[in-house]
Each structure stands twice: as structure tokens, then as C-alpha cells.
């Protein structure tokens, strides 16, 4: 119960943080990425602020044995650069372009019952489902190789 | 359209951001990223790896609902792209974010912010495409 408590307290903070930055705002992600336009340099300030509580935080917290709540930390091993990595990535940065809106921007924005978001979502659903049966079919090719 | 600079608000809300980064791992010994938080949430491992998932969802979608009550004033969006630069744009973020195991908030702030080399790499691709995209739509296609 205690874990469901935290991990609800960790969303809010973080919708709470991604609404109040402007994040969510597809108006003001675009014009951060359009500097031959109506540049507004804001969303610089979201990253460095994130980023900077982020590493200090980190460097604290990640010389603990384990988190409060679970026996160990769960963090990523692979450490190849790979042509998923960079090629899914590009491709990621084509679709927040086009759309404005980026998945942690999103989830929190979806609380605002705007139609738009809801496009924006059910899509990036599909996309997700669909790049996992993609994955998979590959996976299944290549074991029967 | 034109947005106002809004540097405090936007540095505040960062350092929530990171906050709830931090209490991700100090708490639950995870990665605070939306990517990775969706992938599971949509293929669990089980009851337990759902619930923890569904909760913090939940913590993110109620946002709005939260600074509404604390403030009385109800944030707004402004969405200046069409339904179907939404609907194609949604699609290709969820095959990218995929392919690339993260987002903004996985690579390009809880990766970042522990040095991993994958997740540099990452975000300087995916900003990279951002401002190359909408460099295009914007002044080579929409001139």
C-alpha cells in the first residue's frame, strides 16, 4: 500500500512539475524548437533545472544500499550505442516536432480533458503496440533461424 | 503563434520534474520516465508490476485536477497543430520512443542526469530531429 502511496506521490510531482513548466503546452514546445521563429527559450530552463536536481539527487540517493521501498535499485544495464537506439530516437524527435507533444507531456496533460490530447495518445498507444509486435515478430524470425 | 518566456515557472517545474526523478529512485529504485513506465504498464509482469504503474499514472493525470484545487485557476494548453499532425505525430513518437527505450524524461533527464552514454546519444538525436522537424514544417513546407 505504501508503494502504490509513493509511486502516486512521484506522478503527481512530476505532472505537477511537467504542467507548471510549460511542458504540456504544445504552443510553447514548438516554439522552443522553432528558433527562426517565435523562439521562446523557456523549455531550456525546464531541462536545466530537472536535470540539475536530477544529478545531485542521484549522487545522493544512489549510494544507498536499496530504495525504501523495494530490496534493490532497478536501473538499465545495456550499455551499447545500437541503430534501434539511434534510428527510434530520431524517430521519436520527428514525432514530437510534428505533434508538439512528447509521453511524460502528455500523460499529465491528459487530466485537462482536452480532445487533442486524446488524439495524441490514442495514437501514440497504437505506435507502441505496434513497435512491440514488430519487435517481437523479429525476435521470432530470429529464433527459428 | 507567440508564447511569453516564461523562465521561473518553467526552472520551478523543472526542479519538480527532478524531485520526482529523485523520489523515484530513493522510494521505488526506478527511473522516472514515460516510456518505460507505459511499456510496462501495458504488458505487465504481473499484478504487482501493473498496480505500482497504475498509481503513478494516475499521480500524473490528476495533476491538473490538484493544481486546480490548490490554485482555483485551471491550467490551460494551447494545441497549434491539426487533429491529424496529432494523430500521425502520436504514432510515430510511440514506434521512436520504443525502438529508442525512452523519452524526454527517461533519457533525456534520469539517463542524462547519470551520465549514461546511451541515453547523451539519445537525446542529442531526438533534439536534434525536433529542431530539424519543425524547421521544416514551419519554414521550408509552411514558409
Known amino acids: 500500500m505504501i508503494r502504490l502511496l509513493a509511486s502516486y506521490c512521484v506522478g503527481l510531482i512530476f505532472g505537477v512539475g511537467i504542467i507548471i513548466s510549460g511542458m504540456a503546452n504544445p504552443a510553447k514546445v514548438l516554439n522552443f524548437f522553432d528558433i527562426a521563429g517565435f523562439w521562446d527559450p523557456s523549455l531550456a530552463f525546464v531541462m536545466g533545472g530537472a536535470l540539475l536536481t536530477t544529478a545531485l539527487g542521484y549522487r545522493f540517493v544512489l549510494k544507498w544500499r536499496a530504495p525504501a521501498f523495494e530490496s534493490a535499485f532497478s536501473l538499465p544495464t545495456r550499455k551499447n550505442i545500437d541503430t534501434s537506439l539511434v534510428a527510434g530516437s530520431a524517430t521519436f524527435g520527428v514525432g514530437w516536432g510534428i505533434s508538439g507533444f512528447c509521453p511524460g507531456a502528455a500523460i499529465p496533460a491528459l487530466g485537462m480533458m482536452r480532445i487533442e490530447v486524446f488524439l495524441f495518445m490514442g495514437a501514440l498507444i497504437a505506435g507502441i503496440l505496434t513497435a512491440r509486435l514488430l519487435q517481437r515478430a523479429r525476435a521470432d524470425l530470429a529464433a527459428a533461424n | ?143
Open chain 2, 1 to 143: 503563434m507567440e508564447t511569453a518566456f516564461t523562465p521561473l515557472q518553467s526552472l520551478g517545474g523543472g526542479v519538480l520534474i527532478g524531485l520526482a526523478a529523485v523520489l523515484s529512485m530513493a522510494l521505488l529504485g526506478r527511473i522516472m520516465g514515460a516510456t518505460g513506465v507505459m511499456a510496462g504498464f501495458f504488458s505487465p509482469t504481473g499484478l504487482i508490476d501493473w498496480s505500482w504503474r497504475a498509481a503513478l499514472i494516475a499521480g500524473m493525470v490528476s495533476a491538473p485536477l490538484v493544481i486546480f484545487a490548490l490554485t482555483g485557476s485551471r491550467p490551460d494548453i494551447a494545441v497549434p497543430v491539426s487533429s491529424s499532425a496529432l494523430l500521425i505525430g502520436g504514432f510515430i513518437v510511440g514506434l521512436g520512443v520504443t525502438y529508442g527505450s525512452g523519452c524526454t524524461s527517461g533519457h533525456g533527464v534520469c539517463g542524462m542526469a547519470r551520465f549514461s552514454p546511451r541515453s547523451i546519444v539519445a537525446t542529442q538525436v531526438f533534439m536534434v530531429a525536433c529542431f530539424a522537424t519543425v524547421f521544416i514544417i514551419r519554414h521550408v513546407v509552411g514558409g
